[in-house]
């Protein structure tokens, strides 16, 4: 069994930073792909970005493309998301989750653990 927390949200000005931290236990948690999803008040949960359990293939949505950076520390069993130039259309709950995917254009993670979401909140 996987479990992920994340830590790390907070509020902050448009144009400013947060990073995002998801510490996962488990023994298959450095076998799963990772990913960041968010759900903005009133809209469906959406994929922001993944890295693969090499860290080789990563994936961006393309409204974060250039700001946001996922990386993942093997060691420390953690996943980040570093979230530069801050919009508020990108405040939502931020969900770290262990995925199954193939990283194929058209097809969609699937999702075998989900965190319990930090508040990212951003101000104009």
């Known amino acids: 069994q996987v479990q992920l927390r994340e830590s790390g949200g907070g509020l902050v000005q448009a144009g400013g930073s947060l990073r995002l931290s998801c510490a996962g236990s488990?023994?298959?948690?450095?076998?799963?792909?990772m990913a960041w999803f968010r759900q903005g008040l009133g809209r469906e949960r959406e994929l922001v970005s993944a890295?693969?359990?090499?860290?080789?293939?990563?994936s961006y949505a393309a409204s974060v493309k250039g700001r946001f950076t996922i990386s993942r520390d093997t060691a420390k069993n953690t996943v980040y998301l570093q979230l530069n130039d801050l919009k508020p259309e990108d405040t939502a709950v931020y969900y770290c989750?262990?995925?199954?995917?193939?990283?194929?254009?058209?097809?969609?993670?699937?999702?075998?653990?989900w965190g319990q979401g930090t508040q990212v909140t951003v101000s104009s």
């Open positions: 488990g023994h298959s948690f450095s076998n799963y792909t």
């Open positions: 989750a262990a995925v199954r995917w193939s990283f194929v254009h058209g097809t969609a993670p699937k999702v075998d653990h």
């Open positions: 890295m693969t359990q090499s860290g080789t293939v990563t």
